[in-house]
């Protein structure tokens, strides 16, 4: 059986003062299959989490590809943060 694994998508909407924020978020998980999909994820955004996991050093070099894939062919005031997740496990960082 072919499982086939879609990159998440949810919107979440928040009031600040007088304004309301939308918020499109993609989570693809990290996965390469998604790549090539990126330009319609961040097409438009203001802002990109980057998220990568802390105990694998693999997810770090990946992060730094992300980073520049949206400085090359993101929206040009693009503002990036990045998290390092899972760190609660930072003894086998």
């Not at 499982?3 to 924020?21: D, I, R």
């Not at 978020?25 to 802390?54: C, K, N």
């Amino acid at each position: 059986m072919l499982l086939l694994k879609w990159a998440s998508f949810m919107t979440k909407t928040v009031p600040c003062g007088n304004e309301l924020h939308k918020f499109l978020i993609w989570d693809t998980a990290g996965q390469e299959r998604f790549h090539s999909l990126a330009p319609m994820y961040y097409r438009g955004s203001a802002a990109a989490v980057i998220v990568y996991d802390i105990t694998k050093q693999d997810s770090f070099y990946t992060l730094k590809k992300w980073v520049k894939e949206l400085k090359e062919h993101g929206p040009e005031n693009i503002v990036m943060a990045i998290a390092g997740n899972k760190c609660d496990l930072s003894d086998i960082r």
